[in-house]
Every structure is written in C-alpha cells, then in structure tokens.
C-alpha cells in the first residue's frame, strides 16, 4: 500500500535529496539572479579532437547496425525489438557509450552520447529507449557516480558490455512524489541470504543485508533487463540512518517478479515492466551509497541523464525539418507548393528554427558538462523542460504540413506505394517526453526552486513564514542587508547600452535583450516573492512563467553562442547559422515578452477557483450525454 503523506512531508523529502551546494558557477542560477554571465557558456569549450575521432567512429558503426538490422515498420508491427538488433547494439558496445573505458566502456563524451541517442531515437523511439533508460539512469549512471570502487568494478563492465540495466523507482502511489514510496528494504542478519542460483552474476560472500518488498510500476527495460537499481525505503532504527536508499542487484534474484509488460500510447517495443519484489535479498555491499541516500542519487543522475531526452527532442526537430521542407516542396495545392503559401511556410519557419535553437542549448549544456567548468544543474533541467515541450510542438506543426499523410501510419502509407514517413508514429512517440524523468509541471517546481535558492538563503524566514517574532525580525534584517545591495543593481546594465555585444554582429541586440530581460526577471521575481511570501509556492502558475522566461533567455544566449561557435568551427557555414539564430532567437523573444506580460495580468486565480468547483462536482450536468466506456470502479486498485 502507499504511504500518506502531507504536502510538506512531500515537499521535505524532496528538499532533503536536492544538492544544496553551488560548488561550480551557474549560468542558470545567476540568469535568474538577473546576472546574465554570457561568459559561463561563451566561447563554447573546444571539443577534444580524440573524443570527436572516438565519437564520429561510434556513430559510423551505430549507423551502419541501425542500416543494416534495423526495419522500424516491425518494431512498429510486433511492438518489439529484434534479438538481432540488441545484440547488434552489444556488439558495437553501444550499452557502454556513457562507461568509462577503464570499466570496459566506450567512454564517449557527453557530447557524442547525445548525438549517438538522437541518430538511434530518429531511427525508431524504441532503441533510443533502451540505450537512455541503460544508462542514463540504469545501472551506470548511479554507480559511476556514487558508486564504491569496489561496485563498478564489480558491475560496470557488464552493463557496458551485455547486460542490459533498468531504474525501478516509480510505483503505482509514487509518481512525481517519492515520498509516498511503499517498497521496504528491512536490515537483516546473513542467515537470510538466499543460495546463489545456477547463473547467479555475481555471487559472494554475505555478511548481510536487506530484504526488499514492494511493487514497482513502470520499469523502463524491466521485462528484459539482467540487473537493477532498485529503490527502497530502510526503515530507522538502532544502526540504521534509515530512509529511501538505492540497491543494485541481478534481476534473478530470488523473489523478483515481472508481472506485466506494459504497452503505451507510443514506444512500441519498449520493454516497460510491472515489477514485484517478494523476500528478496540483498547483500549489504550492493546497497549504492549510504542508508537514505536514494532520492539524492536519483535526482543527481538525472542531472545530466536529462540531456538525453533533450538529445531526442533535437533528434526529431531535425528530422521534422527534413520532412517538412521534402513535402512542402513536392506538394502542390491551389497552383503552388504548400510551402509558398504563407501559412505553412510560417509553419516551416517555426520548425527549422526550433530544431536549431534546441541543438544549440543541447549543444552548450553537453559541451558544458563534458567540460565540467560549469554547475549544469538547471541547464540541463530547462533542456528537458524546455526541449519536450517545443518539440512536441515542432511535431504537431509537422503533422499538421503532412495533412491527412501525417495521420495516416507508415505501414499504411507504405501498402499504397508512398514512402513510410512515420509522422503519427512520431507524435504518439514523442508525448511521454514531457511526463517522464519529470514531468513538465515538476521540473517548473524544481527549476524554481534553484532559482530562488538565493533568496532562501537571504530571506528564508520571511519566504517559508516559519519561526517566532524574534526569527522574523533577524530575517528582516538578514534580507535587508541582501536587498539593499541586490536591487540597486537590477537597474542598469549592458543590455542598455546601444554598442553592447557588438562582436556578435546582427545577433548583438539579443544578447542586450537577455540581459536586459534576466534584470526584469529577477525584479519580477522579487515581486512575487515580496506580495505572495510564503505563500509563493502555491502560486504554481506564477513560478511556472519565470521559468519559463529563463529557458526563453537560456535559449537565445544559447543560440547567439551556437552560432558563434558554427561561425568559428565551420565558416563556411557562418551566414547560414546567423540567419537561423535570428529567426530562433525573433520566436523565443516574443514568447518571452508574452510570458512577461501575463506574469502580473492573468485569470490564474479565477481559474484555480473554477477548477476547486469542478473538483467539487458542481458542474456534474456538464458531463451528461455522454457514456464513459471505461466503466466504473477505481482508478488505482488497493494492492494486496
Ligand atoms: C513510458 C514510460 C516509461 C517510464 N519509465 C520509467 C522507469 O524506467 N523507471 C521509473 O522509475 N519510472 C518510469 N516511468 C514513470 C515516470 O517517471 C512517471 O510517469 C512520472 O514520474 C510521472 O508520474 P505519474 O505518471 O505517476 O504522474 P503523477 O505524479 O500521478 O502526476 C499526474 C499529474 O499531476 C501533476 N503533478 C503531480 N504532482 C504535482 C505537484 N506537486 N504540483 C503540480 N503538479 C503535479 C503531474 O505533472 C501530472 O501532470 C515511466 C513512465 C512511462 C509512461
């Protein structure tokens, strides 16, 4: 059963896994602070000329195995990847891109992994599927990370070579709050090790352990993986710091059970599981970091795992853009390509455009992390928020230029002769992005949360309205101090003066205006902070804007970089880069300065007022004349 918990309780178990030191500079943190650093991203780091021979390598041979094995109308049809293509994958090493070659991995950069997974992604969701949830959050990620020395010896270079990995974190009550989490991890003495089975992986010496229990929902690789992290709650007591802890261990451990194969509206042929967990043991020394430690090891991987669901958003883009200008100049209705008539052409732009602002912030948050000068933290975060929100967009406007060819499947539009472009299967691909790894409306509540990290600090009492008159009164002050010399500063700035980033050429006005706008940000910000207190955090719709405002002047300042780097790189592509950092950068600020406009001027609380109505049943008869096939009955089961 899951666990009832209060939304502070949620709240506080999140809290408590978040990093909460800044040891490395933030572009993010300091955009939001209305501080736009322009040289935390720009010059863009070189790429180390044997990581690109290493990289471009790896995509030839990924190239040619997805060329060669990999037929996407089957996947499409028997929901299911071929043995013959995962083995294939193994055999190029592909489940190790992100493992460092001293554990039998490729060791690929950030950069290369993120190209790798876009190029797999754009050849069927599927595969991409698989390689990202292996290693991005699988086994690999946790233990490169946080693991002993003595565990990735023991399990990396099996993931990197040919045992498939999944992250069981997710149940049927725990979805964005794992606070609720019902699977137990119980301290036992050896006597309840089980005996190793014939094939066990791993089989040592136990002194003792764990023995989970649980239901795990969701499991991304779960019906065909060889080992897991699995993550359990450790009850407190004598010896035991307790709380959700993270476990790596062989998926035929005794005890584990893949009850169900999931199937979803798209990523046909992911192999996502229903997971139960009966008595099974764990040996001490597979329980990765310390008692408690889960959520920390979680949410940290996920820090740069979330490049890679920005890596298929870019994937798509420019796929959409090849399709888009393929189709838009065959076809011809009313005496003209569809592309000349100005409605799909707007439509063109916006996906040309956004295929090139999404590869630059991937391009500035991989080179960033690769580079490792920089605290990517929120970056990466508003990639992924940021990359499935434009991309599922970019897809729609594609669908909508495809016509009835874009809702028509691939298969279908292959048994009639045309070429099998897969715009539906896309779309029905691509949805999940803004609902996994975080969904949409939980990184808006991270990312804001890192962004007033500053002024928690400065003026947490006044902001989480806890402590006595005394508390308050020292907070007061405290804040005083920091505003007093924080808000003089949000008046003036570069992005005033006419002549500022002037080495950017025709890009120069979009770096004044990011640094123009993250000054109004950060007063906007203020604002809210100074009417809604401690109630800001309830203000959801609020927080979400200035987030989203960042991502907007992330993207730009991204962009105008981007473009720079092109232009330095590869200078024959110079002008081409510039008119398309103009035409991303044009979108984004428009977008920006309507989120501005509605931050203070907007119906959020009569909507939040009408929703509680509905909530209410109050307009119950609006729901008459129509018959819900789903029947009756609860929507989550109680389990046994
Ligand atoms: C195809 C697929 C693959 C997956 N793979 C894995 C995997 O490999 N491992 C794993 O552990 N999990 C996996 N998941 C689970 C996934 O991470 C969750 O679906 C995700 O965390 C969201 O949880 P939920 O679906 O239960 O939504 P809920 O948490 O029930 O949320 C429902 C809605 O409420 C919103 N919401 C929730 N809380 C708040 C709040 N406090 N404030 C505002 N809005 C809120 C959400 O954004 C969402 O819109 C997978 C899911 C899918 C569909």
């Known amino acids: 059963m899951a666990t009832n918990v209060s939304e502070k309780e949620a709240r506080d178990v999140v809290e408590a896994a978040r990093e909460a030191d800044w040891k490395l500079p933030s572009f993010g943190k300091q955009l939001f602070l209305g501080d736009f650093r322009l040289d935390l991203i720009h010059p863009q780091p070189q790429l180390d000329p044997e990581a690109i021979e290493k990289g471009e390598r790896f995509l ?109 974190l997710t149940e049927p009550g725990v979805g964005s709050d794992p606070a609720r989490m019902a699977s137990t991890a119980t301290p036992v003495g050896p006597e309840h090790a089980a005996s190793p089975v014939d094939d066990d992986i791993t089989a040592t010496p136990v002194d003792g352990g764990y023995v989970l229990n649980g239901r795990k929902l969701w499991a991304t690789n779960g019906t065909i993986a060889d080992i897991v992290v699995v993550m359990a709650k450790v009850p407190k007591g004598e010896g035991h710091r307790g709380g959700i802890s993270a476990f790596v261990l062989p998926y035929n451990t005794d005890g584990i059970t893949v009850l169900h194969r999931n199937a979803f509206m798209g990523l046909r042929g992911i192999e996502n599981s229903v997971t139960v967990l009966k008595d099974v043991f764990v040996p001490e ?83 960033l992390a690769d580079n490792k000068r920089n605290d990517i933290r929120i970056e990466a975060a508003l990639c992924k928020l940021y990359g499935s929100e434009l991309s599922w967009k970019v897809i729609d406007e594609l669908m909508q230029v495809r016509g009835g060819r874009g809702y ?149 300042a991204s962009t105008v970089s981007y473009a720079d780097t092109i232009g330095r790189e590869t200078p024959e592509r110079k002008t081409e880069a510039i008119e398309l950092a103009e035409l991303f950068c044009s979108m984004a600020r428009r977008r920006a300065d309507s989120l501005f406009a509605a931050l203070f001027d907007n119906d959020d609380d009569a909507r939040y007022k009408a929703a509680q109505k509905v909530l209410e049943g109050r307009y119950g008869w609006l729901e008459e004349g129509i018959v819900d096939p789903s029947g009756d009955g609860p929507m989550i089961p109680a389990l046994d």
């Open 60 to 168: 030839g041979e990924l190239r040619a195995v997805l060329a060669a094995e990999v037929d996407p109308l089957e996947i499409e049809r028997e929901s299911k990847i071929p043995d013959r293509v995962v083995d294939a994958l193994k055999g190029i090493g592909a489940l190790g891109m992100k493992v460092p070659p001293e554990y039998g991995g490729l060791g690929l950069s950030q950069v290369y992994y993120a190209k790798a997974l876009a190029l797999a992604g754009n050849y069927h969701s599927a595969i991409c599927t698989l390689l990202s949830a292996h290693q991005s959050i699988g086994v690999a990620e946790p233990l490169r990370q946080f693991g002993s020395e003595e565990q990735r010896r023991k399990w990396l270079p099996l993931v990197a070579k040919d045992h498939i990995s999944a992250f069981l």
């Open 408 to 556: 028509e499947t691939a298969a279908s539009l292959k048994a009639r002769g045309e070429k099998p472009v897969g715009v539906e299967q896309c779309m029905r691909d691509m949805r999940v992005n803004r609902i996994f790894e975080g969904s949409s409306e939980i990184m808006h509540l991270l990312i804001a949360r890192e962004a007033v990290d500053t002024h928690l600090h400065a003026a947490g009492g006044l902001l989480m309205g806890n402590g006595d008159a005394k508390a308050k009164a020292d907070a007061a002050v405290k804040a005083g101090l920091f505003y007093g010399k924080w808000l003089p500063q949000l008046a003036v700035g570069k992005g005033q003066i006419p002549v500022s980033y002037d080495e950017f050429g025709e890009l120069a006005g979009y770096l004044r205006y990011v640094e123009r706008a993250s000054r109004k940000l950060a007063r906007e910000t203020f604002y809210g902070m100074a009417r809604w207190q401690a109630k800001l955090e309830q203000k959801q719709t609020f927080l979400a804007r200035i987030v989203d405002i960042g991502a907007e002047l992330f993207a730009i």
């Open 285 to 367: 020394e597979n329980r990765i970091a310390r008692e408690g430690d889960g959520l920390k090891i979680a949410l940290s991987t996920l820090n740069t795992g979330r490049l890679a669901l920005m890596a298929i958003a870019v994937g798509a883009s420019k796929w959409a853009t090849k399709i888009a200008r393929e189709w838009a100049v065959e076809r011809e209705q009313w005496g003209r390509p569809i592309g000349k008539h100005d409605a799909v052409a707007q439509k063109l732009a916006f996906i040309a455009g956004s295929a090139f602002g999404l590869e630059a912030m991937l391009d500035v948050a991989a080179r």
